[in-house]
């Protein structure tokens, strides 16, 4: 969570007002950390990402400017925003010279405490404004990647599954294929006798074509006396008590042929 908190940057080689300034901002609703010297807060700032960094201009060691001057020479530091704390304005070259290194305002000392905690919450805002930019972007690439790559895997599915498709259907081909001209004849019907599919060889022991077969009911081509064999048969069937099949004649069947019967598992 505190990554999520924002951070400012104080500094000032004069630690007694280093620490009143950190008094003054104890109530905003963010981390301040403070430095008694350029160096060290070229340290905190390779560390940390400011929403803003607040520099004193008369420091003995790195003045104000040159601090300015090296912070935005750092990778993705150079947007840091900076206030230039002064103890006087010397003259309006010197306050230009702050604006072209990258200031964003300046603030005279003593700072007036109203004043400096506005103008700190300005700048607060405009970081959490731009944090929360960052996560929708980040949250909306990765929305976007995760559809992506559920995208790549329903694409490889449904090639899987086109595949699988292609080969029931051949599979499907070469079992129509042996049905229809196998040489013996085969039919299947339901438990009341009803044709559901029927092969060539089944149509001509039938004398009929396979068309004009399908939902025909089997027993209009039974003898009259073979019917109670083939309800008996087909009950026995369907409740899976009978394993193999019965022999019944065929109305139309010549020189008293019969038609063998037997249920395939």
């Not at 008369?58 to 090296?70: I, P, V």
């Not at 900076?82 to 200031?103: C, N, P, R, V, W």
């Amino acid at each position: 969570m505190n990554d999520l908190i924002s951070k400012i940057l104080i500094v000032d080689d004069d630690v007694y007002y280093l620490t009143l300034l950190k008094a003054i901002l104890k109530n905003i609703d963010a981390n301040v950390l403070i430095a008694e010297s350029g160096e060290k807060a070229l340290l905190l700032v390779e560390e940390n990402d400011f929403a803003l960094a607040i520099l004193d201009i008369q420091m003995a060691d790195m003045d104000g400017f040159e601090l300015a001057m090296r912070i935005r020479s750092l990778q993705n530091r150079d947007l840091v925003p900076i206030i230039f704390l002064t103890s006087y304005f010397s003259d309006e070259i010197q306050m230009f010279k702050g604006y072209d290194i990258g200031a964003i305002d300046y603030l005279t000392k003593p700072v007036n405490k109203n004043i400096f905690v506005n103008k700190v919450n300005i700048f607060l805002k405009l970081d959490r404004q731009k944090r929360n930019l960052i996560s929708s972007k980040e949250s909306l690439e990765r929305s976007k990647s995760e559809l992506e790559a559920q995208q790549k895997e329903m694409n490889f599915k449904n090639s899987e599954l086109r595949k699988s498709q292609k080969e029931i259907e051949k599979s499907q081909r070469k079992y129509i294929k042996l049905y229809d001209f196998a040489p013996t004849g085969y039919l299947t019907i339901n438990r009341e006798g009803r044709l559901f599919e029927i092969n060539l060889k089944g149509a001509r022991l039938l004398e009929d074509d396979r068309s004009n077969l399908i939902d025909c009911n089997l027993k209009e081509f039974i003898e009259n006396e073979m019917l109670s064999f083939l309800d008996d048969f087909l009950i026995q069937v369907f409740e899976n008590k009978m394993p193999s099949g019965c022999e019944i004649r065929l109305k139309r069947l010549k020189e008293n042929q019969s038609l063998y019967i037997w249920k395939v598992r």
